[in-house]
């Protein structure tokens, strides 16, 4: 595989500067300042495959599923493992489904293996029995975002337990959080658990799927209690402060780093009649609406793949541009409601601006209620500040990497 090449060659140059001249203290200081690459889990072969071997392997993935340029299904394939079945995430196994859109089981195309989808109803994501009675342990290998209100970890989650009620195992190949550098955001009132909010989490929760995954083993938060048989195969070089660029989108609307690093604020645009841009060549990095009033902005959501029947559909919104934001400045905001109660208050809706979705989102009853008080967003951040710091003290057994 790709790291044990670079490992070679890392050692073989050791030996060839023994051999010749010493390096220079200067050349010393510049190598040791250059990051490491990040090297994820399911790269990391040599920790897993011989534990897969003579197993009816389960693998939940998707299209970010990927070791350099083939998927970790094919890798699993070629060296023996016996995949029997695919578990698919919203968007479905190759990614390309709308959000929320029903995804159908099926076969895999390429491979003809099955795939049953755990977003194929509207009824409790368990695979059926006939399913988990044919495999022996669960692989999950998939890109997170870190998000609360991002469905991959639910549908983790959801095969924990199952994984739980029939006794089978679960292997985590761990990947970057590209949000794993804070903690952000109320810890959710669990009266408002939904598809898009499982556990009692910040909305920024700073943790790999490794680390959530022993998190709920750990805090009990599988549904019958106890905790499943769990192994994570963790990421190499890679830290909560480490800057980790997905080399693949993780779903179709967030398309860049920019998108991703603002999704934690513009998300909640979802539960209102404001477009965050569905339908445009810059989702999640703008907001509109036909009646703003005084923008020089404007924009038109189109059907397109990805967004087939978006917010304000061929209407022009005016609004904002956030794409003149730089990344830090997006990171260091963290949860920003300014993008929020801007629109809320041009459009002069009260209380019609939300949709009942916007409680499952932010996970508390009360913050709807501030907005339309006139709060601040900076005095509405400050509600959250000791949820924050609960969550960093429970979540700290849990943490595999480094926090810098």
Known sequence: MKHYLKTFIIAGAAVLGACTAKATSADNAAEASEPKEVIVGAERTDLYLDKLKDKRVALFSNHTGKIGDKHTLDVMLENGINVVTLFSPEHGFRGDADAGEHVASGVDGPTGIPIASLYDSKQERMPKAEIMDGIDVIVCDIQDVGLRFYTYY??????????????????????????????????????????????????????????????????????????????????????????????????????????????????????????????????????????MKNRDFEFTPRSVPGAKNPPQLDKLCHGVDLRGISEEEAIAQGINFEYLIDAYRDLGMGDKFFRSFFELLIGRGDIRQMIEDGKSAAEIKATWAGDVEKFKAQRAPYLIYPEN
């Not at 658990?193 to 959530?212: A, F």
């Not at 549904?223 to 994570?232: I, P, Y």
Request: proline share 9%.
């Open 154 to 291: 639910c549908s983790m989650v959801d095969l924990m337990n199952a994984a739980k009620k029939y006794g089978k195992e679960f292997m985590v190949l761990d990947r970057p959080n590209p949000n794993g550098m804070y903690v952000d955001g109320p810890i959710l009132d669990m009266k408002y658990e939904s598809g898009v909010g499982r556990l009692p989490i910040p909305t920024v929760h700073g943790m790999t799927l490794g680390e959530l995954a022993k998190m709920v083993n750990g805090e009990g938060w599988l549904r019958e209690g106890g905790e499943v048989d769990l192994s994570v195969i963790p990421c190499d070089n890679y830290t909560h402060a480490t800057r980790y660029r997905l080399p693949i989108a993780p779903s179709p609307n967030l398309r860049d780093m920019l998108a991703i690093y603002l999704y934690p604020s513009t998300c909640y645009f979802e539960a209102t009649p404001v477009s965050l841009g569905r339908g445009t060549d810059f989702p999640f990095l703008v907001y509109g609406h036909p009646d």
